[in-house]
């Protein structure tokens, strides 16, 4: 392994998995709120997760994102299998988090819309 290929496929990783540490923490304050409340619905939870995405950005995190499937897309190599499976994997998360964004911004339209 050459050591762009190892720098690309270690930042790609980190860009990937570090944007779940607010999610994770915006989930469970919306859990944890929608318990002490009794409230439910995308309402709840869009409260939790906003709170994580005003903290980190909105803007930050879809950077993040793309620029993490693109240099774990750059990192790939027939040899190294374990480290393709982990590209892929947080290929996945990165794509899950864009949706858990377009989500989030369609809530935040709705909800000022209507």
């Known amino acids: ?12 990783v980190l860009l990937s998995w570090i944007a779940w540490i607010p999610i ?7 859990f944890h709120g929608m318990s002490n409340t009794k409230a439910i619905g995308l309402g709840a939870v869009a409260g939790g997760l906003g709170g994580a995405f005003a903290r980190w950005g909105v803007a930050a995190m879809v950077v993040a994102q793309v620029a993490a499937i693109v240099w774990l897309g750059k990192s790939f190599a027939p040899q190294h299998w374990l480290r393709n499976l982990v590209s892929v994997v947080s290929i996945v998360l990165s794509g899950l988090t864009l949706v858990l964004v377009c989500l989030f911004l369609a809530a935040v ?3 000022a819309h209507h």
Do not use: K, P
């Not at 994770?24 to 919306?30: C, D, K, M, S």
């Open 1 to 12: 392994m050459t050591d762009l290929v190892r720098i690309r496929f270690l930042i790609g």
């Open 24 to 30: 994770a923490i915006g989930l469970r304050e919306a």
């Open 109 to 111: 339209w709705f909800s």
